[in-house]
């Protein structure tokens, strides 16, 4: 489970969760990235006060890299670096791994 750097020059994928609450945003999320290729840099646009929290501790789950707020943007905006090999999580409940 490992989390590469970024590929240079490359476009973000943007997953714009509105103003879902994390749980929604999670499971869009594990939709969003799966399939998408290691070391894919994702913007995440997340209103949800709580996805300061949700977001580095998913990614810590999952093994997705988080790398924290970016500074400038119009809504609060968070990096997120795909893993080579996520753990997969269930798809009713992302916030679980599966067993």
């Known amino acids: 489970m490992?989390?590469?750097?970024?590929?240079?020059?490359?476009?973000?994928?943007?997953?714009?969760g509105q103003d879902r609450g994390c749980t929604r945003l999670l499971l869009e999320l594990r939709t969003r990235l799966a399939g998408l290729p290691g070391g894919t840099l994702v913007h995440v646009i997340a209103t949800d006060p709580?996805?300061?929290?949700?977001?580095p501790a998913w990614c810590h789950l999952t093994g997705h890299s988080y790398i924290g707020p970016i500074g400038g943007t119009e809504?609060?905006?968070?990096?997120?670096?795909?893993?080579?090999?996520?753990?997969?999580?269930?798809?009713?409940?992302?916030w679980r791994q599966l067993t």
């Open 2 to 16: 490992s989390a590469p750097e970024p590929r240079p020059g490359e476009e973000p994928v943007v997953v714009d």
């Open 50 to 55: 709580t996805a300061t929290i949700d977001l």
């Open 75 to 94: 809504r609060p905006t968070y990096a997120i670096v795909t893993a080579d090999d996520p753990v997969p999580t269930d798809p009713a409940a992302p």
